[in-house]
C-alpha cells in the first residue's frame, strides 16, 4: 500500500507560521482528494482541510483564515500554510487520502508552546 510522508514540523511559539509538506510517489496522488489530519494527545485524530484534484479546499471552522492547504501536482505534493498559530493547534499532523488509498505514515509533530 502506498504511503505519504509528512516533514516540516517544529516548535513554535504563539503566532508564528509553519509550513507542512507531505509528500508520495505514484500518479494516484493527482486523482484523488488529499487531507490534512491531526491529533493531539488523548484526542481522536481530527480532519483539518481538505483539497480536492481540481483544488476545491474546505477547512474545520478552528482553522479557517489561518491554514491554508495547497498541491503540487508536478511534484506530487501536498503543503498545509498555518499562520497566526495557537496553542490549541499543538498536534501530530498527517496526510492522507479520506478515500483511504494511503497507509498512515508517521506524521509530523506541530507543537506550539510560549
Known amino acids: 500500500q502506498a504511503q505519504l510522508v509528512e516533514s516540516g514540523g517544529g516548535l513554535m511559539q504563539p503566532g508564528e507560521s509553519l509550513r507542512l509538506s507531505c509528500g508520495t510517489s505514484g500518479d494516484a496522488f493527482n486523482i484523488l482528494t488529499i487531507a490534512w489530519y491531526r491529533q493531539a494527545p488523548g484526542n481522536q485524530r481530527q480532519l483539518v482541510a481538505t483539497i480536492t484534484p481540481g483544488g476545491e479546499t474546505k477547512y474545520v471552522d478552528s482553522v479557517k483564515g489561518r491554514f491554508t492547504i495547497s498541491r503540487d501536482t508536478s511534484k506530487n505534493t501536498l503543503y498545509l500554510q498555518m499562520n497566526s498559530l495557537k496553542p490549541e493547534d499543538t498536534a501530530l499532523y498527517y496526510c492522507?487520502?479520506?478515500?483511504?488509498?494511503?497507509?498512515w505514515g508517521q506524521g509530523t509533530q506541530v507543537t506550539v508552546s510560549s
Open positions: 492522507n487520502s479520506p478515500s483511504g488509498y494511503y497507509r
